[in-house]
């Protein structure tokens, strides 16, 4: 009997390290579970840090369950691997090595709208006369808007502006912007009372 329940306890232990190890695959890769880890998304990983995939960078990770770093089945989004490996780390706007978007192939920038009034990043450094996809996912269940262009046209909600709307629950919309002037540039979200409560962001230009 009692040899029976060593073997069934040596079992849990080894089923309990599996689950483990699943889990963190699943929520996210090497990022491991960040503040938000259930159906959210976390910040707080290292790995997977400005993963690159061809020319989409981004060093914030989202899914179902959170956490940063490869393209898990439950993901995140920084690195590039399905077992969460952290992407290689791709030159900034103004580094050496760095490739700038152009309007035939242009650089995609994942931002996070949401959870709340916020955008995820805030600041975006972009290229002087570079095109930039910005692919906008929505986390959380309120409903977002994405306008780019000039500071002053996306502070008026100018008409005309380059903006996406009605980007619901985990969907993404993108919009394209080339950026041929000195700036400054901003974007931000003109949903009802969003960007009265601080949804909105910077855009750097540099070279």
Not at 46 to 52: E, M, Q, R, Y
Not at 154 to 175: F, H, L, N, R, Y
Request: proline content about 6%; overall charge negative.
């Amino acid at each position: 009997m009692s040899g029976r329940l060593g073997i069934a306890g040596a079992g849990l232990v080894l089923a309990g390290a599996v689950m483990i190890g699943v889990g963190a695959v699943v929520g996210g890769g090497f990022g491991g579970f960040g503040p938000a880890a259930m159906m959210g998304y976390a910040l707080d990983g290292s790995a997977g840090a400005n993963g690159t995939n061809g020319t989409t960078t981004t060093p914030y990770g989202y899914g179902m369950m959170g956490g940063y770093g490869g393209y898990g089945m439950m993901g995140g989004y920084g690195g590039w691997a399905g077992n969460g490996v952290a992407g290689a780390s791709a030159p900034a706007p103004g580094e050496a090595g760095f490739v700038a978007g152009t309007q035939a192939s242009p650089r995609v920038v994942q931002v996070i709208a949401g959870p709340g009034y916020t955008f995820t990043p805030s600041v975006i450094t972009v290229q002087k006369g570079e095109t930039v996809t910005f692919e906008v996912t929505t986390m959380g269940p309120l409903v977002h808007e994405f306008m780019v262009g000039p500071a002053d046209a996306v502070a008026a909600d100018q008409e005309g502006t380059p903006e996406v709307a009605d980007i619901g629950m985990m969907q993404t919309k993108s919009v394209t912007y080339t950026f041929d002037g000195s700036g400054p540039y901003a974007f931000a979200c003109h949903a009802p009372g969003h960007y009265e409560a601080g949804m909105k962001g910077t855009i750097t230009v540099v070279g």
